[in-house]
């Protein structure tokens, strides 16, 4: 069991340039989610998915997309990265269903680094 | 507006002693808080919950209490040792912010030996 895997550790973009980060889980959770961590600001979420085919924003999701490709697979995209994108990127996973208010225990992966100059 | 406040100066203090480390919260319906260890350069990893009707919780070395009324949690580690150092995190789930969990900055904790 791996867990909660994020592709890759470490990007350094220019400003304008596109990528996507990737994440899978194997605990066969139904819900994944992106947050980024910023010094002082704490965890940010981006993005959610609560079911394989559905998508919906978090606090912060300007300037980036999701998809939720299978029910391992959320995948993040910045389609023209900015120097406030600068940031750390967490993937997590928990077995919450949709729409309902369960115990969400989060299972996070090891996050990317990402750097935008 | 609604904020989740964690003291975000580190908290220092000697192997043994216990060490409490506080989330306040306002503006918030809670369903239940949640603690998180992050060690450096790692992803947040779950510790306890703490539902809304429940006053306390334990799990080995770690305490968490959860005061709708002063609308706090304190988590506590007793017998702290260096190897509890580390940021932790508070994370709450409430009626009243959509199907979030939104979090705390997180309190980094250094114990000496």
């Known amino acids: 069991n791996a867990g909660v895997t994020q592709t890759p550790k470490f990007q350094v973009l220019k400003t304008g340039q596109s990528m996507t980060l990737q994440c899978a889980q194997d605990m066969n959770h139904n819900s994944m989610y992106w947050y980024r961590q910023d010094p002082g600001m704490g965890l940010r979420l981006i993005y959610y998915s609560a079911s394989e085919g559905t998508t919906d924003k978090g606090e912060v999701p300007n300037g980036y997309n999701v998809s939720r490709l299978n029910k391992r697979e959320f995948s993040l995209r910045l389609e023209s990265a900015a120097p406030s994108q600068t940031s750390v990127y967490f993937c997590?996973?928990?077995?919450?269903?949709?729409?309902?208010?369960?115990?969400?225990?989060?299972?996070f992966g090891p996050g990317t680094r990402l750097t935008v100059l | 507006s609604q904020k989740i406040e964690q003291n975000s100066e580190a908290l220092n203090i000697q192997e043994g002693k216990t060490a409490t480390l506080t989330c306040n919260y306002t503006?918030?319906?809670?369903?239940?808080l949640q603690w998180y260890r992050q060690d450096p350069g790692r992803g947040p990893v779950f510790l306890l919950l703490?539902?809304?009707?429940?006053k306390e919780k334990r799990k080995e070395r770690l305490k968490v209490t959860f005061d709708t009324t002063l609308k706090q949690s304190l988590f506590h580690i007793t017998a702290s040792q260096p190897a509890d150092s580390a940021t932790y995190l508070c994370?709450?789930?409430?009626?009243?912010?959509?199907?979030?969990?939104?979090f705390g900055g997180g309190t980094r904790l250094m114990v000496k030996p």
């Open positions: 503006n918030y319906s809670p369903a239940y």
């Open positions: 703490i539902r809304e009707n429940e």
């Open positions: 997590a996973s928990s077995a919450l269903a949709g729409g309902r208010v369960g115990t969400d225990t989060q299972y």
């Open positions: 994370a709450l789930r409430s009626y009243n912010a959509g199907n979030m969990l939104t």
